[in-house]
């Protein structure tokens, strides 16, 4: 397939339309007729999943899904003083994509390095170590990047940045990638935190219109969509106006 202009502007190459294929059959993307709700209580009939239909499909998981995120990393935040990309996934669903790109970096032999590092759910209390995170920071080693398999508003992101802050990791300088944004206010949500190093792989809209480009979804569903972001984008900025 030819290269894909999509609606955000973002250009799909051949691999990237094959990465969404892949996954949509998996189903990473799903629709469904009840809308889901979600933590921010917000709704959508288009949901994503990235979590089992992952790990039961380690092959997606490893051979399309982690190089991409590799690529996107090396690329777009370039280090040239030594030390290596550290990434630290947002549990639980981010944590499969750190392990998975680190796995894939090694493999690959990329240079500078690719590490990751585990983010807990709950605060371990018992034993040494009485810490969010599975190991401190070395900020003269490493460059911390937090991962995120899908972001709405960013509340979820916000808690666990602020565990890490805890833990002594200098979060504001991190970096923070995101495989797929809804567009209904997280990237606005973080700046507005000063979490200004945000990297988002693909919007939502994007995968929908490669998906309706390649005739496996229908059209509506994508106009379906693009309704509930203008509408998300009013709601916002009525509540700023007053």
Not at 26 to 54: A, C, H, M
Not at 98 to 114: H, K, L, T
Not at 116 to 136: M, P, S
């Amino acid at each position: 397939m030819h290269m894909f202009k999509a609606p955000s502007g973002a250009v799909f190459t051949s691999s990237d339309m094959d990465l969404i294929k892949a996954l949509f059959h998996i189903g990473f993307v799903t629709w469904k007729e009840v809308p889901v709700v979600f933590k921010s209580k917000k709704t959508s009939n288009t949901y994503v999943r990235g979590r089992q239909d992952l790990t039961n499909n380690p092959h997606i998981l490893f051979e399309h899904l982690a190089p991409r995120i590799v690529d996107f990393v090396r690329k777009e935040i370039p280090i040239h003083d030594g030390r290596q990309h550290c990434l630290i996934g947002i549990p639980t669903a981010g944590t499969k994509l750190a392990m998975a790109a680190a796995a894939c970096g090694y493999y690959r032999q990329v240079r500078p390095g690719i590490i990751y590092r585990e983010l807990r759910v709950t605060k371990k209390t018992h034993g040494e170590d009485n810490t969010w995170a599975v190991g401190g920071p070395e900020h003269n080693n490493d460059v911390y990047i937090s991962v995120e398999q899908a972001m709405t508003t960013a509340t979820s992101i916000l808690e666990h940045l602020s565990h890490l802050k805890e833990d002594g990791y200098a979060v504001h300088d991190m970096h923070h990638l995101i495989l797929v944004d809804r567009e209904l206010g997280g990237v606005e949500n973080l700046v507005a935190h000063q979490f200004e190093r945000v990297h988002v792989l693909f919007k939502l809209r994007d995968i929908i219109a490669a998906l309706v480009e390649m005739g496996l979804w229908p059209e509506e569903r994508y106009q379906t969509l693009l309704e509930e972001i203008k509408e998300d984008a009013h709601s916002r900025a009525r509540i700023v106006a007053t």
